[in-house]
């Protein structure tokens, strides 16, 4: 079975903070991808990569940074954490052919 | 601007019942069409993914797509309790590297 893994199922941090949500697959997926979930918005794309060092902007990208030095983890990095980045945070790795996407158990980050 | 809609919710159908979930999506190039099931507090897990135009069966679940017309459904034989969830229709392009879209989320509830 694919397995998807987040660093940390709850996270509390301050206002300011530099906050790394770290996501690791073990599928040897080449596509991994980090949503937000937040309710009445649904999921948001704020960052995928589709390769190592390789990473695109989805939909949310401002006030998110990402790295991938390795195929397996895919990090997500708040540089400066704000009270509205409070939500839910999940990553999803993708078969490459099925374009099926995997989920982590996700990241509930509250930002005071 | 790709989108996926959903019928709204919160869909309640008794226990025994089938249970009928319907998306329809904008962007016509659209190859890849997916149903996520989400419990509360819990990450969107896959039941069913289909590719081409008709049915597709999967247990209690039946998946139907239409091309031409735009629309995928997702129907429930026999609904239990553990239904209970938000069901995600997600649709993608052509390849790995069109960004898989996300409905908002139908809401179900199988009463007993």
């Known amino acids: 079975d694919v397995k998807v893994t987040q660093s940390s199922r709850y996270l509390v941090k301050r206002t300011g903070e530099k906050v790394f949500l770290e996501c690791v697959q073990d599928?040897?997926?080449?596509?991994m991808f980090w949503y937000r979930q937040d309710p009445g918005l649904g999921l948001r794309l704020i960052y995928f990569?589709?390769?190592?060092?390789?990473?695109e902007k989805g939909d949310i990208p401002e006030g998110y940074s990402v790295s991938r030095e390795k195929k397996e983890r895919f990090s997500l990095i708040l540089e400066s954490a704000s009270t509205n980045q409070t939500s839910m945070y999940l990553c999803?790795?993708?078969?490459?052919?099925?374009?099926?996407?995997?989920f982590g158990p996700g990241t509930r980050l509250t930002v005071l | 601007q790709k989108e996926v809609e959903q019928n709204s919710g919160p869909l309640s159908v008794p226990e025994g019942a089938i249970a009928s979930l319907n998306c329809t999506y904008s962007?016509?190039?659209?190859?890849?069409f997916f149903w996520y099931r989400q419990y509360s507090g819990k990450s969107p897990e896959l039941i069913m993914s289909?590719?081409?135009?008709g049915d597709k069966e999967d247990g209690r679940f039946t998946a139907q797509l239409n091309k031409a017309s735009q629309y995928v459904s997702l129907l429930i034989r026999d609904s239990q309790p553990s239904d209970s969830a938000t069901y995600l229709c997600?649709?993608?392009?052509?390849?790995?590297?069109?960004?898989?879209?996300f409905g908002p989320g139908t809401s179900l509830s199988v009463i007993p």
């Open positions: 999803a790795s993708t078969e490459g052919p099925t374009l099926e996407q995997f």
């Open positions: 599928m040897d997926h080449e596509n």
């Open positions: 990569s589709y390769d190592v060092k390789m990473k």
């Open positions: 962007d016509r190039g659209s190859q890849s």
């Open positions: 289909i590719y081409s135009n």
């Open positions: 997600a649709v993608n392009g052509k390849t790995s590297y069109d960004k898989v879209i």
